[in-house]
């Protein structure tokens, strides 16, 4: 079974900032996501990447950078966190943009 | 650009109901459509795909047919159980782009 971790699980950070979310997959996948869920939003892509050092805006990239140093490892990067950027992040790896398999999710609160 | 729309945010149903969640879809060519459950606490998992018009995806007994002409892929399940109770995601995977765009999402609660 595909094996994506994310952490830490949940984060409390104060607005101005700078917040970290890591994701690491063990599933040798070329592409990984990054989402974020709101309520009445479902997931909105954030970044996503296929492909070590390269990084793409997804729909939702303002206010947050992306880090692919390896095949393994994508970053998720907020520089000056807001209160608004308060919600559940998910990230996902797959071997083509199809069948996607997500982490646990790490819940970010901004105070 | 690429958009789904889920026009359900809360379905409530009784035990051996019959489903349906409605899925439609704005892409241009032919995109690669899914079906994700989600449980409390826990990430997306994938349900099944559909990735030509009039394939009809499936698994534990819910199913979709990829509809080109109306551009749907909606969900429908015969008899619920309360186990099923989980927010149901569509999703289409861009041929342009390399994006997974997903719906908002609707939460599927049945009631014993």
């Known amino acids: 079974e595909a094996a994506v971790t994310q952490s830490p699980r949940s984060k409390v950070a104060v607005t101005g900032g700078k917040v970290t979310l890591s994701c690491h997959q063990t599933?040798?996948?070329?592409?990984m996501y990054w989402y974020r869920q709101d309520t009445g939003h479902g997931l909105r892509l954030i970044h996503y990447?296929?492909?070590?050092?390269?990084?793409e805006k997804g729909d939702i990239p303002d206010g947050y950078k992306a880090s692919r140093p390896s095949q393994e490892n994508f970053s998720l990067i907020l520089e000056l966190a807001s209160l608004s950027q308060t919600a559940v992040y998910f990230c996902?790896?797959?071997?083509?943009?199809?069948?996607?398999?997500f982490g646990h999710g790490t819940k970010l609160s901004v105070l | 650009g690429d958009s789904v729309t889920q026009t359900e945010g809360q379905v409530a149903l009784s035990e051996e109901d019959f489903l349906t969640i409605h899925c439609n879809y704005s892409?241009?060519?032919?995109?690669?459509l899914f079906w994700y459950v989600q449980y409390p606490g826990e990430g997306p998992q994938f349900l099944f795909r559909?990735?030509?018009?009039?394939e009809k995806g499936s698994s534990r007994g819910f199913e979709a047919t990829y509809d080109k002409g109306t551009t749907s892929f909606h969900l429908r399940k015969a008899s619920v159980q309360e186990s099923d109770s989980a927010v149901y995601y569509c999703?289409?995977?861009?041929?342009?782009?390399?994006?997974?765009?997903f719906g908002t999402g609707t939460r599927l609660q049945v009631l014993p």
């Open positions: 996902a790896s797959s071997r083509d943009n199809e069948r996607l398999f």
């Open positions: 599933n040798n996948h070329d592409y």
């Open positions: 990447s296929y492909v070590a050092d390269s990084t």
């Open positions: 892409a241009s060519g032919y995109p690669a």
């Open positions: 559909a990735s030509r018009d009039k």
């Open positions: 999703a289409l995977g861009s041929s342009n782009t390399n994006k997974v765009v």
